[in-house]
């Protein structure tokens, strides 16, 4: 049986170290909710120098469109976005000002209203000022940000990596859900997002967090300026 004394000991020790010190803790801890530690993964995602991301997105009317984009999350990044229909893809390196852009034949046959029959190797240097919403260039900034009313799913792994579902709907998107994969061993990275809507559907996975990122421009013998070309 414990003593007043042993009690009122072990209480003052408590304060004087924490209460996360052993035997200290009264139980009473709570979990963090859904929107918690939805909040904490993207700000985890926001701090990172350098991550991988991508993504697969399926519609009855496009096909699917496949995406690879490594950035530092500021001025330097690649991207490559492929279209399973045509077989068209575009190519992009972002270094600070400017963009390095490649097409190769089949976007250029399906965009361009010609027909190429050559092979298509060569760079385009513009500068990323020009880049214009909808035309399939990417910023390097990525925003992590919560939205909708998030609920825990299941516990799962994602390449082997523990992990808890948080599954988000949002009451302007009718029809459409969204699970979030974070880790739940080491940082709360997000590993995976997949989208569910009445028209499309998107896989988007998140890797490479913090690898060192070597983005460099192509050999001058690959690039013509597009101020050369009147674009």
């Known amino acids: 049986m414990r003593t007043t ?14 209460a996360a010190t052993a035997g200290c803790s009264d ?16 700000d985890t995602m ?3 120098k350098s991550v991988t991301v991508e993504a697969t997105t399926t519609s009855s009317t496009s096909g699917t469109i496949s995406s ?3 950035t530092d999350l500021k001025n330097r990044c690649t991207s490559k976005v492929t279209w399973s229909t045509t077989g068209a893809a575009l190519e992009q390196i972002r270094i600070g000002e400017t963009d390095y852009v490649r097409p190769n034949r089949a976007y250029l046959n399906k965009w361009s209203g ?13 500068p990323a000022s020009k880049a214009q919403p909808g035309d399939g260039l990417s910023a390097c900034p990525r925003e992590f940000t ?3 009313t998030a609920t825990k799913g299941k516990a799962t792994k994602v390449d082997g990596t523990p992990a808890l579902q948080l599954v988000v709907t949002d009451k302007e998107d009718k029809g459409g859900t969204y699970t979030f994969y974070v880790a739940t061993e080491g940082k709360p990275y997000i590993l995976k997002v997949a989208y569910k809507g009445t028209q ?27 101020g050369d070309l009147g674009l």
Not at 114 to 126: A, M, N, P
Not at 204 to 226: C, G, I, N
């Open 68 to 70: 690879r984009f490594t």
């Open 46 to 48: 926001d701090a990172l």
């Open 27 to 42: 139980g009473t801890a709570e979990e963090p909710s859904a929107e918690q530690m939805l909040d904490d993964a993207n």
């Open 114 to 126: 010609r027909s190429v029959t050559t092979g298509q190797d060569t760079w385009i240097k513009t």
């Open 200 to 226: 499309y559907r998107t896989t988007t996975s998140y890797s490479a967090f913090d690898e060192p990122l070597e983005v460099r421009a192509p050999a001058e013998t690959e690039v013509l300026d597009a």
């Open 146 to 148: 919560s939205f909708g």
């Open 5 to 18: 004394s042993t009690v009122v000991t072990a209480a003052l020790a408590c304060l004087l170290t924490g």
